[in-house]
Nanobody
Framework: QVQLVESGGGLVQAGASLRLSCAASGRTFSSSAMGWFRQAPGKEREFVAV???????YYAHSVKGRFTISRDNAKNTLYLQMNSLKPEDTAVYYC????????????????WGQGTQVTVSS
């Protein structure tokens, strides 16, 4: 059974940093794309970042230059380093694995974690 478990969320002030982790189990995703999405209250789940099996990355415009996605295939773990956090980054952050097509569309991903809350105060 595939499981994705996020951790590392919390409450921080604007300008602070957080590092999210997503530990995968049940199968290896080393050759698969993995990504991060987020969902704020009352809004749709939105794309944040993706990393391919070969290490290529792509970011949403709103986080480019502040967030860094990475992966440790030996640990089957995905990371999201978030710097210079802003109140508008407040959301539940989800990791996803196995894109079936368009990487920026949530419905195109096969596996999801339960999410971790990130709250940024001004």
């Amino acid at each position: 059974q595939v499981q994705l478990v996020e951790s590392g969320g919390g409450l921080v002030q604007a300008g602070a940093s957080l590092r999210l982790s997503c530990a995968a189990s049940g199968r290896t995703f080393s050759s698969s794309a993995m990504g991060w999405f987020r969902q704020a209250p009352g809004k749709e789940r939105e794309f944040v970042a993706v990393i391919s099996g070969s290490g290529g990355t792509y970011y949403a415009h709103s986080v480019k230059g502040r967030f860094t996605i990475s992966r440790d295939n030996a640990k089957n773990t995905l990371y999201l380093q978030m710097n210079s956090l802003k109140p508008e980054d407040t959301a539940v952050y989800y990791c996803a694995a196995d894109s079936m097509g368009q990487i920026t569309i949530a419905t195109q991903w096969h596996f999801w974690g339960q999410g971790t809350q990130v709250t940024v105060s001004s």
